[in-house]
């Protein structure tokens, strides 16, 4: 039983292409699909993943997902055992909501360790329609994995879709101690 925090590679990618125990994603509260990531996950991984959302609407989550959470459903047919859901903060510059997108990496670790997880992919949670810049996001997301031990989870993997995400996740990676 180790405690320690997950290794982090970083892929540039399409998160959906990932052979991975779990794929997180980038929901929103009514976990009935979306844009981006929600989109692509739901495209490519099928009317499955859906049935699963809505029946977790039928009962836990009849108000939806709350942000910061996280909640498991089938990955359908994706290259992976689940898919994690998570809703993360519309970026505010009036609040500072940078807990709530910490919650949302920390959340999806103690979910995928829960289902003995060895290797989760995430994307760069609230960078994109939710508007989130990218530095601060790479900040947040790579600070909560290094600090969270989710055994068995060994490997942690940030899938940015194009080539600055990844330039940025790699100078932040790099400049942490
Ligand atoms: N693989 C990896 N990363 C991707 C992919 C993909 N297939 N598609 C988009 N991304 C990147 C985006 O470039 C961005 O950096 O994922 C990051 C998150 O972007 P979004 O998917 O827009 O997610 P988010 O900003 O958290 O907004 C969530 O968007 O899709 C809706 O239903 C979703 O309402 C929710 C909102």
Avoid at 78 to 92: F, K, N, Q, R, W
Avoid at 128 to 139: E, K, L, M, Q, S
Avoid at 154 to 170: C, G, H, I, S
């Amino acid at each position: 039983m180790t405690n320690a925090a997950p290794a982090i590679i970083l892929v540039r990618g399409d998160i959906t292409e990932q052979r991975v125990d779990a794929i997180v994603n980038a929901a929103n509260s009514s976990l009935l699909g979306g844009g981006g990531v929600d989109g692509a996950i739901h495209r490519k991984g099928g009317p499955e993943i859906l049935a699963e959302c809505r029946a977790l609407r039928a009962s836990r989550y009849g108000k939806g997902l709350a942000t910061g959470q996280a909640v498991a459903t089938t990955a359908g047919r994706l290259d992976a055992a689940h898919v994690i859901h998570t809703v993360g903060p519309v970026h505010s510059t009036s609040e500072d909501r940078s807990e709530l997108l910490a919650s949302c990496y920390r959340e999806s670790l103690r979910v995928a360790a829960g289902l003995g997880a060895r290797t989760v992919a995430f994307p760069a949670i609230s960078t994109g329609i939710y508007g989130w810049p990218i530095d601060d996001g790479a900040r947040i997301a790579i600070r909560t994995v290094r600090e969270t031990a989710a055994d068995p989870v060994v490997e942690v993997r940030f899938v940015l879709f194009d080539e600055p995400a990844y330039q940025t996740f790699e100078a932040v990676l790099s400049a942490m101690p």
